[in-house]
C-alpha cells in the first residue's frame, strides 16, 4: 500500500523534523503523485509512485539509478533521497517553464536535445535493466491480454510490421545503451539559470534501462512530430553527419515506438483506477501507426539500415 506523503515525508532524514515544510501538489502526473517539498530555503520534489506500475514495466530501483546518474551529469534534476522498498523519489525542484511541442520542434531545441541524449547515453553507467523495444511490445501486449483489453482488428497486421523491422534490424544489431526510453513533451523543462541562459533537463526516468540509441531519438521525434528536415538536424547534431542508415533506423524504430505508446494506453485501460480515457489514448496511437507503416520510402529504409 503507498505511503501518504506524511508518512514519506518522515522516512527523509533531513526533512523528518523540519518545522517549517510546506507542501503543494504538482499536477500533470497520470501514474504518479508529484509534490512540491519546501524546506529550510530549499525546494524539492517528492514522487510517490502508483500502483501497479510494476506491470507497465517499471522498476524503480532503476529509475533511481538512472535519475541518480543524469542529474550528476547535469542531464536532469539532481536526485536527493530514495525511499525503500517503495521506491519514492526526492529531487531538487526546478524553476523553468515547458517547452510547448511545437517550439521543441525548432533547430535549436532539437540540438539542445540531442546534446543532452547524447551525453546521457555515452556518459551514464550502465543500467541494472533491459530495454528492448520489441520485447517491451510484446510484454505490454501480453499484460493487455490478460487484462481482457481492446485490441483493433488489424493487430496481428501491426505485429508483423514490428517483426519484419526487428529481422532487419538484427542484421545490424545494436549495442546496449543507457536509455530514457520515455521523451513526451512533458519530460523536458527548461530551467532558468543565473545569467539568462536556460538549461534543458530531462525529467522522468521511470522507463530508462539498456536500449537502442534510436529508440530515444525516434520517440522523441514522433513526439514531436518532427519533419524529416528537423529528423536530419537531430541526426547531424547527435553524429556530426547524417547517414542514410541512421535516417532509416529511426524512421522504423518510429513506429515500433508508437506502438508501445498504443500498447501502454491497452494496458492501462485494465490496471489503471484513474478516470483518464486510455482507449482513446491507445486508439489515437495505434492510427498514427497506421499512418507511419504505410510511407512508401518503407521497403528503401528496411535495406538502409543493414548498411555497416
Same mark, same amino acid.
Given at each position: 500500500m503507498a505511503l501518504t506523503l506524511e508518512q514519506a515525508i518522515s522516512r527523509i532524514p533531513f526533512l523528518? #523534523?523540519?518545522? #517549517?515544510?510546506?507542501?503543494?501538489?504538482?499536477?500533470?502526473?497520470?501514474?504518479?503523485?508529484?509534490?512540491?517539498?519546501?524546506?529550510?530555503?530549499?525546494?524539492?520534489?517528492?514522487?510517490?509512485?502508483?500502483e501497479g506500475t510494476d506491470l507497465l514495466g517499471i522498476r524503480r530501483d532503476v529509475e533511481y539509478a538512472a535519475s541518480k546518474a543524469?542529474?550528476?551529469?547535469?542531464?536532469?534534476?539532481?536526485?536527493?533521497?530514495?525511499?525503500?522498498?517503495?521506491?519514492?523519489?526526492?529531487t531538487r525542484f526546478i524553476t523553468g517553464k515547458h517547452i510547448s511541442p511545437e517550439e521543441m520542434g525548432r533547430p535549436e531545441h532539437v540540438r539542445r536535445v540531442a546534446d543532452k541524449l547524447r551525453l546521457f547515453h555515452t556518459r551514464a553507467p550502465a543500467l541494472q535493466s533491459e530495454f528492448n523495444a520489441f520485447r517491451v511490445v510484446e510484454s505490454l501486449a501480453k499484460v493487455s491480454r490478460a487484462h481482457q483489453a481492446k485490441f483493433?482488428?488489424?493487430f496481428g497486421d501491426l505485429m508483423g510490421r514490428m517483426e519484419e523491422i526487428e529481422a532487419a534490424f538484427l542484421k545490424n544489431p545494436y549495442t546496449p545503451t543507457p536509455c530514457h526510453c520515455d521523451l513526451l513533451n512533458l519530460n523536458f523543462m527548461d530551467e532558468e539559470m543565473p545569467g539568462g541562459k536556460n538549461e534543458l533537463r530531462i525529467l522522468d526516468w521511470e522507463y530508462a534501462g539498456m536500449g537502442d540509441i534510436f529508440f530515444d531519438l525516434a520517440n522523441f521525434s514522433h513526439h514531436h512530430r518532427l519533419s524529416d528536415e528537423m529528423v536530419n538536424v537531430l541526426l547531424h547534431q547527435?553524429?556530426?553527419?547524417?547517414?542514410?542508415?541512421?535516417?532509416?533506423r529511426l524512421k522504423l524504430m518510429w513506429p515500433v515506438s508508437e506502438l508501445r505508446e498504443a500498447l501502454w494506453g491497452t494496458t492501462q485501460t485494465g490496471i489503471s483506477k484513474l478516470d483518464e480515457d486510455f482507449q482513446g489514448y491507445a486508439d489515437q496511437w495505434f492510427a498514427r501507426v497506421r499512418e507511419d507503416i504505410s510511407d512508401p520510402? +518503407?521497403?528503401? +529504409?528496411?535495406? #538502409?539500415?543493414?548498411?555497416?
Amino acid at each position: 500500500m503507498a505511503l501518504t506523503l506524511e508518512q514519506a515525508i518522515s522516512r527523509i532524514p533531513f526533512l523528518k #523534523d523540519a518545522r #517549517d515544510l510546506r507542501t503543494t501538489e504538482l499536477k500533470g502526473g497520470i501514474t504518479n503523485r508529484n509534490y512540491k517539498i519546501e524546506s529550510g530555503g530549499k525546494a524539492y520534489v517528492l514522487r510517490i509512485t502508483g500502483e501497479g506500475t510494476d506491470l507497465l514495466g517499471i522498476r524503480r530501483d532503476v529509475e533511481y539509478a538512472a535519475s541518480k546518474a543524469a542529474g550528476e551529469l547535469g542531464v536532469a534534476p539532481e536526485v536527493y533521497y530514495f525511499i525503500e522498498p517503495e521506491g519514492y523519489l526526492l529531487t531538487r525542484f526546478i524553476t523553468g517553464k515547458h517547452i510547448s511541442p511545437e517550439e521543441m520542434g525548432r533547430p535549436e531545441h532539437v540540438r539542445r536535445v540531442a546534446d543532452k541524449l547524447r551525453l546521457f547515453h555515452t556518459r551514464a553507467p550502465a543500467l541494472q535493466s533491459e530495454f528492448n523495444a520489441f520485447r517491451v511490445v510484446e510484454s505490454l501486449a501480453k499484460v493487455s491480454r490478460a487484462h481482457q483489453a481492446k485490441f483493433p482488428a488489424d493487430f496481428g497486421d501491426l505485429m508483423g510490421r514490428m517483426e519484419e523491422i526487428e529481422a532487419a534490424f538484427l542484421k545490424n544489431p545494436y549495442t546496449p545503451t543507457p536509455c530514457h526510453c520515455d521523451l513526451l513533451n512533458l519530460n523536458f523543462m527548461d530551467e532558468e539559470m543565473p545569467g539568462g541562459k536556460n538549461e534543458l533537463r530531462i525529467l522522468d526516468w521511470e522507463y530508462a534501462g539498456m536500449g537502442d540509441i534510436f529508440f530515444d531519438l525516434a520517440n522523441f521525434s514522433h513526439h514531436h512530430r518532427l519533419s524529416d528536415e528537423m529528423v536530419n538536424v537531430l541526426l547531424h547534431q547527435y553524429f556530426g553527419e547524417v547517414r542514410r542508415r541512421d535516417f532509416a533506423r529511426l524512421k522504423l524504430m518510429w513506429p515500433v515506438s508508437e506502438l508501445r505508446e498504443a500498447l501502454w494506453g491497452t494496458t492501462q485501460t485494465g490496471i489503471s483506477k484513474l478516470d483518464e480515457d486510455f482507449q482513446g489514448y491507445a486508439d489515437q496511437w495505434f492510427a498514427r501507426v497506421r499512418e507511419d507503416i504505410s510511407d512508401p520510402r +518503407w521497403p528503401e +529504409w528496411l535495406k #538502409d539500415v543493414t548498411r555497416t
